[in-house]
């Protein structure tokens, strides 16, 4: 089992910056894909960005690549979402989950094992 939980969310200006946090316990990592995934009222569950624990080779979706960037701190078993350039469409409860590594990186949320509880994200306009 693992166990995830968020932090980090808040209230933010459009343009702004914000930072997530995800920390993992129960079991080792190292054969693990850790992701971000986010989910705004009325819309599905959307992939952000994902990084394979302890490799690296971060990949993020459409929604925030140039805006976002995905880190692991490995010590501190916790997996970090820093976004840029904040949007009121970025509004959404942000998700941490993890799978076991695949060939490639999965961007379904149905194929992810873990999830934590979720942090909500506002950005205001």
């Known amino acids: 089992q693992v166990q995830l939980v968020e932090s980090g969310g808040g209230l933010v200006q459009a343009g702004g910056s914000l930072g997530l946090s995800c920390a993992a316990s129960?079991?080792?990592?190292?054969?693990?894909?850790m992701a971000w995934f986010r989910q705004a009222p009325g819309k599905e569950r959307e992939f952000v960005a994902a990084?394979?624990?302890?490799?690296?080779?971060?990949w993020y979706g459409d929604s925030m690549k140039g805006r976002g960037t995905i880190s692991e701190d490995i010590a501190k078993n916790t997996v970090y979402l820093r976004m840029f350039r904040l949007k009121p469409e970025d509004t959404a409860v942000y998700y941490c989950?993890?799978?076991?590594?695949?060939?490639?990186?999965?961007?379904?949320?149905?194929?992810?094992?873990?999830w934590g509880q979720g942090t909500q994200v506002t950005v205001s306009s």
């Open positions: 129960g079991r080792s990592l190292s054969s693990y894909t």
């Open positions: 989950a993890a799978i076991k590594s695949q060939d490639g990186i999965v961007t379904m949320s149905e194929e992810y094992d873990y």
């Open positions: 990084i394979r624990w302890n490799i690296g080779s971060p």
